[in-house]
T-cell receptor
Framework: RKEVEQDPGPFNVPEGATVAFNCTYSNSASQSFFWYRQDCRKEPKLLMSVYSSGNEDGRFTAQLNRASQYISLLIRDSKLSDSATYLC?????????????FGKGTKLSVKP | DADVTQTPRNRITKTGKRIMLECSQTKGHDRMYWYRQDPGLGLRLIYYSFDVKDINKGEISDGYSVSRQAQAKFSLSLESAIPNQTALYFCATKRGQNTGELFFGEGSRLTVL
């Protein structure tokens, strides 16, 4: 298994829909996970961290499933402005956060 | 002004030319990184530095070199550019080990003809 894998999409959803992405990781010792958002032709930016107990920020919910080694991002009531690529980020083998590993991203397109 | 500034933002050059991409930051972070992004391949780490004079190779360092002249500056050089180095290059900074938040510059788009 690759260190981090994501479905590239695109996920095409209507406004108001609920959409979820998963990201699988291979390092069972990983403690910290993150979701970044990247708009077209822009730099990635941290969206949210993923804690063992889950993390919710408004319409966004991130969950961790250690048994199956995946993290998820749920977006409720999708907005046009949510259209972007969502990158899953995990620490590498060895656990050091000095060198984070980025997934290739899942593209979301929210349509009117 | 941006906290992480990359120059140039766009550059077109020819095969064999030497190119330097520069990155400066005002965030006071100790850790700096250079990534390249290619369609379908995601972000790949080229080099990273945890402090001045600390240089570490990333996943794809061949054909590149870096210099950490000061805590705030981290430059990436392509000694002899080749077409497959055409990509979007990002500089990023991070404070310490125990945080997952990288702050990226706006990117430098390099085209090698």
């Amino acid at each position: 298994r690759k260190e981090v894998e994501q479905d590239p999409g695109p996920f095409n959803v209507p406004e108001g829909a609920t959409v979820a992405f998963n990201c699988t990781y291979s390092n069972s010792a990983s403690q910290s996970f993150f979701w970044y958002r990247q708009d077209c032709r822009k730099e990635p930016k941290l969206l949210m961290s993923v804690y063992s107990s889950g993390n919710e920020d408004g319409r966004f919910t991130a969950q961790l499933n250690r048994a199956s080694q995946y993290i998820s991002l749920l977006i409720r009531d999708s907005k046009l402005s949510d259209s972007a690529t969502y990158l899953c980020v995990v620490p590498p083998y060895g656990g050091s956060q000095g060198n984070l590993i980025f997934g290739k991203g899942t593209k979301l397109s929210v349509k009117p | 002004d941006a906290d992480v500034t990359q120059t140039p933002r766009n550059r077109i050059t020819k095969t064999g030319k030497r190119i330097m991409l520069e990155c400066s930051q005002t965030k006071g972070h100790d850790r700096m990184y250079w990534y390249r992004q290619d369609p379908g391949l995601g972000l790949r780490l080229i080099y990273y530095s945890f402090d001045v004079k600390d240089i570490n190779k990333g996943e794809i360092s061949d054909g590149y070199s870096v210099s950490r002249q000061a805590q705030a500056k981290f430059s990436l050089s392509l000694e002899s550019a080749i077409p497959n180095q055409t990509a979007l290059y990002f500089c990023a900074t991070k404070r310490g080990q125990n945080t997952g938040e990288l702050f990226f510059g706006e990117g430098s788009r390099l085209t090698v003809l």
